[in-house]
């Protein structure tokens, strides 16, 4: 839900984003949750481990950036191990990839520096939640009953206070929707 809720949030706000949106895939670790590819190229570069070195990469990779060679890096000079690795998705965010290429993300052939993880990218228009979103004017009622077991993914469309939610909804006409006044209520 919260991936398919960004999504939506492009679609109503594309003039915020680049053309193309790239996702960053975690890429292949072991059961002991050590990197191959990190063993392999960053160890080289960082004094620490894969498990520490991810930590800090969640407050930001520039870090990485600045130490990581300005050149090539040729993959047959890497262990083996980390060769095997490359463009391969963790098995706990193989059902982001599927939501993100379900949506019309494609695999670039480029990894990231980090952990070898693949790279998935698509110009916005192409986004599926991006090109079948509409734009509906919404009526409150709390009387009308629901045409449409669907259920559908509404946005407030707000840029500083974006709210997102999952709900069966009513449709007025071809342009209005009803909405409780609950629903109405939480998504402002």
Same mark, same amino acid.
């Given at each position: 839900?919260?991936s398919?809720?960004?999504?939506?949030?492009?679609?109503?706000?594309?003039?915020?984003?680049?053309?193309?949106?790239?996702?960053?895939?975690?890429? *292949?670790?072991?059961?002991?949750? $050590?990197?191959?590819?990190?063993?392999?190229?960053?160890?080289?570069?960082?004094?620490?481990?894969?498990?520490?070195?991810?930590? $800090?990469?969640? $407050?930001?990779?520039?870090f990485? &950036?600045?130490?990581?060679?300005?050149?090539?890096?040729?993959?047959?000079?890497?262990?083996?191990?980390?060769q095997?690795?490359?463009?391969?998705t963790?098995?706990?965010?193989? &059902?982001?990839?599927?939501?993100?290429?379900?949506?019309?993300?494609? *695999?670039?052939? *480029?990894?990231?520096?980090?952990?070898?993880?693949?790279?998935?990218?698509?110009?916005?228009?192409?986004?599926? &939640?991006?090109?079948?979103?509409?734009?509906y004017?919404?009526?409150?009622?709390?009387?009308?009953?629901?045409?449409?077991?669907?259920?559908?993914?509404? &946005?407030?469309? $707000?840029?500083?206070? *974006?709210?997102?939610?999952?709900?069966?909804?009513?449709?007025?006409?071809?342009?209005?929707?009803y909405?409780?006044?609950?629903?109405?209520?939480?998504?402002?």
């Amino acid at each position: 839900l919260l991936s398919k809720a960004r999504l939506l949030f492009l679609a109503a706000h594309p003039n915020k984003f680049s053309e193309n949106i790239l996702a960053e895939m975690r890429g *292949y670790s072991d059961t002991e949750g $050590q990197s191959p590819f990190w063993e392999g190229l960053g160890r080289h570069f960082f004094s620490v481990d894969y498990e520490t070195a991810d930590q $800090q990469v969640s $407050q930001g990779k520039s870090f990485i &950036a600045e130490l990581m060679p300005r050149h090539p890096i040729y993959v047959n000079l890497l262990p083996e191990a980390a060769q095997a690795c490359i463009g391969n998705t963790h098995k706990t965010t193989l &059902a982001a990839r599927k939501i993100l290429e379900s949506e019309g993300f494609r *695999y670039t052939g *480029y990894i990231d520096i980090f952990d070898g993880g693949p790279l998935l990218e698509t110009p916005i228009e192409n986004i599926r &939640a991006v090109r079948e979103s509409a734009l509906y004017s919404v009526k409150i009622s709390d009387n009308k009953t629901v045409e449409d077991a669907q259920k559908w993914l509404i &946005a407030n469309n $707000q840029f500083t206070t *974006y709210r997102c939610g999952l709900s069966a909804l009513s449709f007025a006409s071809p342009t209005e929707v009803y909405l409780t006044a609950e629903l109405a209520h939480s998504l402002e």
